[in-house]
Each structure stands twice: as C-alpha cells, then as structure tokens.
C-alpha cells in the first residue's frame, strides 16, 4: 500500500506544528523520518493515522484520502508500533500481541483460533515465540519493542508506522530491530518509522525525509539528502558522512563543533 | 477457550472452582445462620410448604427464612457482585488499580439524594429512587462537565470532574445533616451513609436486579475492547477501537450497576476497590476473566460480611465499618504475601 502526503498541515487546534509536508512511501519502501527534538515527527505520525485531523492538505492511502475513515479501516490498513512503553497491568505477552487483532473481529467478539494462530506466528516470525506467556511488564525495553512490533504484524496491516523503534534500545538490540526491519520492508511491507540515528537511516532506510522546524527540509534517498550540509543546519553542528571499508555509510558529528555549541548553550 | 486456558493458571483455576462451589454453601449457610437458627431439614421443609402451597398462618421458620433472610441474601450477593464488577471496569477503564467504582461521583451522588429523601421523610421505596436518580444525576453531571472543559487529557479531565462534583454534593450532604432531626433522621442518614441491608424486602431487591443485569450484560459482551482500552486511548485507537464512545459505553453501564447497587444498600465503600484487586491476583488482568471473577468474589465476599453484619451483636452493624475490618488486614496479609500486588 502507497502512503503520501499532499501538502499536508499538521498541529493541533490554534497550534500548527507543520506545514506543506508532502511525502511518498510505497511497498517494499523504508521511509525514515529525521529531525531534531521538537521537529514535529510526533505531531505527523499521529496525524498520518489519524489520531488527530489534519490541519490542512490530506493524507492518502492507495490514493484514498484517509479523511473520516473508521477507526477499524485505519487499523485494518496502518499499524503503529509505539515506543516500548510501560502498560498499568500485567498482561502476557501473547495477550498484548492479541490485542493487534482488535480490528478484525466485531464489538462483541473475542480472538478466536484463528487470532491465536497469527498472534503466535507474529512472535515466531520474530523469533520471542518463548516469550510468549511472559509478563509484558517484566519484559526488557528491547523485548517489549519486539512485542510491539509482533502486535503489529499480527494486524496484518501493508503499511507499519513506527516511533522511533530504535530508541532506548541497547546496542545490540538496535541491530536487532533494525535488521526486523529491513526484512519487513523486503516482504513487501511498507515501513515509515522516525529515529534519531542517521546512521539508522542510511542502514535500512530507502527514503529519508529530513524534518526542521516543521518543514521538510530535504526528501530523497539517504545517499543525496542527508549531506554534510542539510545535517550541519538542521542539527547545528558539523557532520562528516563517510563510507566504511564494507561499504555502510556513517555520519560522525564533529565533537569539537558541537562542544563549542554547548558551551554557546550554557551561555 | 484459549484465552481463558492462558490466563487461568492450574492454581487460579482451583481458586475459581472453588468459588464457584462454595458460593452456594455459603449462601445455604447464611440462610440458616441468625437470631432464629434453623437447620437444613427446617429449612427443605419451609421451602417444600411453600412450594406446594400449604404454608400455615404464623409460620415463624417460613417468615424468617423467606421474607427476611432471603430476600437479605440475595441483595448481598447482588450488592457485592454489583460494586466488584463497576470497580473492575473503572480499574481497566482508568488504567489504575487505585480506583473505586464511585471515582466519578456516583456514590455522592447517590448519597445526597437518599439523605434528601430521609430528610423530607419519604418512604423507603422513594428513598432508594432518589438514592439512585442522584447517583446517576452527578455522573451525568460529571460528564458534562469533562465534555464542556474541552482542553487536556480527557480521563484526567473526568476525575478532576468527579473530584468536583463529589466534594459539591458531599457538602450539600453535610449541609443536609447539619439540618435533619437528630434523634430520628440523624442516625437513619448516617446509618445509610455507612451502608446496610437490614430491613431488606423482597419488593426491595426485585427492580434492583434487572437494572444491575442490563448493565452488567454490555460490559461482558464488550470484554475484550474494554481489556484493550486499558493501553491507553491513543494506542487504543491505532488498534481499531473508537475509544471515546467505548468509554462512554462502560462509564453509562458501571453507573447503572454502582447506582442500582447504593440505592439498596447505601454507600458500602471498600469492596469496589479491593475485590477487583484480589480478583487480578487470582487471574491476572484479562478482563474477561476479571469480569466474572470479581462479580463472584465480591458476591461471596458481601454475604460473608452481611451475615457478620446481623448476627456479631444484638444490634447491626453497618456494612462498611464491616468491609473495611474484615478486608483490610486480609488485603494486607495478601500483600504481605508478596504476590504481584500492582500487576
């Protein structure tokens, strides 16, 4: 399923957020969002599934404007996968990963066989099938991002919206989600998450969007939009991009650069 | 089903078996239990007189067993099903185990409108309808005023609304008090306010019933969106639910329930907030399972305390001073015990 925006304005009542963003995402596609604290990534996302309404422009789905579809239609075509958070009650693992099938079954209905045959797949597929009958609450931040996105694949959705999958995840787990990722995209899913990480970007990211002040500043593959220069204005600090002997890119803030901005900021 | 067979561990399974068959033997036992005791065999033989018509004038065993303890049993087990049933909606519903089922104002409510109709010396029928239209008056109230404040969180809006409404009417209910007669409608206000069942009739209970059914039915049929709310209404919402109409649903049902429950009973305060608790401890958080559990926890657990309630002293003793000695220390004792507490 192909995502775009159309000029899209996004905020809340009396408070706009973003303006004129226009942005494409198709199967097969990851699109990352990047931008500094306070950018409006959250802002876009929330209108994207239309959690809040769009302050202008619109969202298309297919090329269906997403407008006042229902909530269960939303949920049947976009999963979002929040960051791993705390929930108040203690619910199984597998119970949580249920839950994606929400959309799926009528307002009286309980997850049958069935639900339970995806729900179990989705964690198989993410290889946590033993933490099924675990505590959420007991899980470690990596382990509950995993479920998150278990609960996600079990909506059986074409399109994943992701918020900042990566973020509070150790290292090795980074790797982890951002290799789960990268096979999603492969299987013909279309991906939009957000990240604080160019280096996640360039990873698995097939677009990037490059988010300032509301503004996209600049929109493409990673290799031509996050340049030296549109990282330097939209971060203020000096970057260096440079390729590795095997061939990944990474992006190296100047620490001399961004000291001397710290120290500009304790002034 | 699956869903139950995960949530209901080989333990917990016993736990709830067990419930289940003790709920009648309890019942049995609080039938025969008071100032009149009577035994099994009396008790089949009132009951086979009734049934088959030949019930003497004066029967003392068939007056006390059939118009005074019945009718006072099935209002306990009622009243207590009732409150632990609101208080696990309101517990999933606001996403805090902290919650009792009269947050939004349906106790005080209920309240003032009760000491309303004991201060103007209506009969008890006229009472308990007051009891019940206040309770549902100051949750309507409440959310009325959550929908006009238009900014912020809107459960936090809610609660800080209930807050409001509840301490307005507590006041008008002091206020009442202050005023009422202090021999005759002093203690009778007082004497609600802490809750009882003495003096219960049949015709009390009869139109009870229903209400707390028509109630309770849509929050067993909407059981799982209700365990799916409690991730939050945002998350909520991304999974397919309209959560601000699903909220009002079981915000109008728990009230039905709650209110139907203090009109008979008074405010009885303590059973809405712990049972849901040891319910969760039991079976864990699957409201599906919660639902039920706690409806007959806090059946058993209301008739137990009824039956303390009538038979500890020659005089009664009201229901919540009760709930609270009883429950307490073995609310701290389960704790203590160092199961899941919060979970």
Known sequence: ?267 | MGERARALTPRSGLAVALLVAALPLLALAALLIGPFPLSPGEALAVLWRSATGTLAEGDRAATVLLSIRLPRVAAALLVGAALAAAGACYQTLFRNPLVSPDILGVSAGAGLGAVLGIFLSLPVAAIQLMGFAGGLAAVALVGFVAAAVRTGDRTLVLVLAGVVVGALTGAATSLLKVLADPYDQLPAITFWLLGSLAGIKTEDVLPAAPVVLLGLVPLVLLRWRINVLSLGDEEARSLGIEAGRLRLAVICCATLVTASAVAIAGVVGWVGLVIPHVARMLVGPGFGTLLPVAALLGAAYMLVVDTLARTVSGAEVPLGILTAVVGAPFFLWLLARGRRAWA
């Open chain 1, 1 to 267: 399923m192909r995502l775009a925006t159309k000029a899209l304005a996004t905020g809340y009542r009396g408070r706009s957020v973003g303006r004129d963003i226009t942005l494409t995402a198709g199967p097969g596609e990851v699109l990352c969002l990047l931008g500094p604290n306070g950018s409006g990534k959250t802002t876009l996302f929330k209108t994207l599934l239309g959690l809040i309404p769009s302050q202008g422009g619109e969202v298309l789905l297919d090329g269906m404007p997403l407008g006042r579809l229902p909530r269960a239609e939303i949920a049947r075509k976009i999963a979002y996968v929040p960051q791993a958070h705390a929930i108040p009650f203690a619910f199984p693992a597998e119970e949580v990963v249920l839950m994606g099938r929400t959309a799926r079954l009528g307002t009286f209905a309980q997850p049958g066989p069935r639900d339970q045959e995806a729900a179990r797949a989705a964690l198989a597929r993410l290889g946590i099938a033993d933490l099924a009958t675990q505590d959420y609450t007991r899980l470690s931040g990596g382990q509950r991002q995993l479920v998150l996105i278990a609960r996600a694949l079990a909506q059986e959705t074409p399109l994943l919206v992701m918020d900042e999958p990566t973020a509070s995840l150790d290292f090795g787990n980074q790797a982890k989600v951002l290799a789960e990722i990268a096979g999603l995209a492969a299987g013909g899913l279309t991906v939009v998450l957000s990240t604080h990480d160019p280096d996640h970007a360039f990873a698995v990211g097939t677009r990037v969007a490059l988010l300032h002040a509301g503004n996209v500043l600049a929109e493409g593959p990673p290799d031509a939009t996050l340049t030296p220069q549109a990282l330097s204005t939209v971060y203020g600090i000096d970057v260096t991009v440079e390729r590795t002997a095997s061939g990944r890119t990474v992006c190296l803030p100047h620490l001399g650069t961004a000291m001397a901005s710290a120290a500009g900021v304790r002034r």
